[in-house]
Structure formats: C-alpha cells, structure tokens
C-alpha cells in the first residue's frame, strides 16, 4: 500500500521561502518518479516539479529558477524548496509517485499515487 503525506505548506510574504517534504511508504526511490503539483482556487492542477530514479528533473517554466525539487533516498522523502514566492504560487500542492518507465513525465496522469496535499498561501 503506497500512502504519500506531505508537509511543509504555510502563509509566507511575497519574495519569501518555504521547503515541503513528501514522505513516502510502501515504494522504493530508486524505482520511482516523484512529482510535485499544485492547484490554485478555481483552476486545473499543473505540474510543478518531478525527479526520477537518478536525480533528473524537470521543471514547470513558471516556477524554473525558483524552485528545486530533490530527494533523499535514505528518508524516503522529496523535498520542494522554494524560493522567491509570488502570489500565483499560492495553491494545495500534492505530491505524486509512479514506478519508473524511462522517461520523466510531468503529465498527471502518467502519475498513480498521490498525497492529500498541502496548503501554500503568499501573499
């Protein structure tokens, strides 16, 4: 049973940071892709940032110079630091996870396991 449970969102200023944790169980990072989401008020879920098995990424072009999505295989946790926030960060930011096929996806739904979410408000 794959259970994702993410942590880290909160209210932060404008130009502000903040880093969210995505602690997995029942999968193994050296066979899996992670992916971090996010859904404002009103609108679609987009992607944000996904890593795979090797450390590659892939990055959404509105948040490219900004954030950084890592991990750490030991702790079975990806981590999403960002930085300079802007108000069009704001959203429920969910964290995702699928067995590796080759190639690194930001389409969700190439994705199959997902987290409850965490809430980032800047204003």
């Known amino acids: 049973h794959v259970q994702l449970v993410e942590s880290g969102g909160d209210s932060v200023e404008a130009g502000g940071s903040l880093r969210l944790s995505c602690t997995a169980s029942?999968?193994?990072?050296?066979?899996?892709?992670l992916g971090w989401y996010r859904q404002a008020p009103g609108k679609e879920r987009e992607a944000v940032a996904a890593i795979d098995d090797v450390g590659s990424t892939r990055y959404a072009d509105s948040v490219k110079g900004r954030f950084i999505i890592s991990q750490d295989d030991a702790k079975n946790t990806v981590y999403l630091q960002m930085n300079s926030l802007k108000p069009e960060d704001t959203g429920m930011y969910y964290c995702?996870?699928?067995?590796?096929?080759?190639?690194?996806?930001?389409?969700?739904?190439?994705?199959?396991?997902w987290g409850q979410g965490t809430q980032v408000t800047v204003s």
């Open positions: 995702a996870a699928r067995r590796c096929r080759g190639w690194l996806s930001l389409d969700e739904k190439d994705y199959n396991y």
């Open positions: 029942g999968l193994t990072f050296d066979d899996s892709d």
